[in-house]
């Protein structure tokens, strides 16, 4: 089985989440319809980051979830994580841990599992609106590696 892998990253707060919302939902429609399996990544650091999740499963319900997988990939073990892990399970089908971003500050962390998410990644999808902020900067990143991706913002504003 071909496994396309899908990245979500944006700002913490967006300032049209109806326009971020319509368009993901046509992208993630349109990927589970063309690819054999998509794996989408995502975080649970901000706005973009849960509505692209809810996004997810909400296509996924409609269409079937029998070829993909939502992740949440977490830079680092929270107590948030340890606290409620069953709740997150029943939510997103898998939580991955960076592997590489042990030790390292919680802010370096975070990038360091951006990283990761953009290196798997067979397309990158962004809301990027400044240029400033882990977003941007993974944003910078993926470009430099020559990874696909999208900003789905428009003059610089997701709304």
């Known amino acids: 089985m071909e496994i ?6 944006g700002h913490r707060q967006i300032d049209d989440p109806f326009f971020v ?4 939902e046509i992208m993630v429609r349109q ?13 649970r650091d901000g706005e973009f980051d ?3 999740a809810s996004v997810i499963k909400r296509c996924r ?4 979830e029998e070829n993909s997988a939502l992740i ?19 939510y997103y089908d898998a939580v991955e841990v960076s592997q590489n971003a042990a030790g390292a500050h919680f802010k370096s962390a975070m990038q360091i599992r951006n990283r990761e998410m953009v290196d798997r990644s067979d397309l990158v999808i962004f809301c990027v609106e ?10 910078r990143y993926a470009e430099k590696q020559g ?13």
């Open 4 to 9: 396309y892998t899908v990245s979500l990253f």
């Open 31 to 43: 990927l589970l319809a063309e690819k054999e399996y998509v794996e989408f990544l995502v975080g």
């Open 21 to 24: 919302e319509r368009v993901l």
């Open 61 to 64: 319900r409609a269409v079937g």
């Open 147 to 159: 990874v696909p991706f999208i900003n789905i913002s428009q003059n610089g504003k997701c709304h």
């Open 130 to 139: 400044h240029q400033k902020g882990g977003a941007y900067q993974s944003m």
């Open 72 to 90: 949440w990939m977490l830079p680092y073990p929270t107590a948030e994580y340890r606290d409620h892990e069953e709740e997150y399970l029943s």
């Open 50 to 52: 849960l509505l692209a």
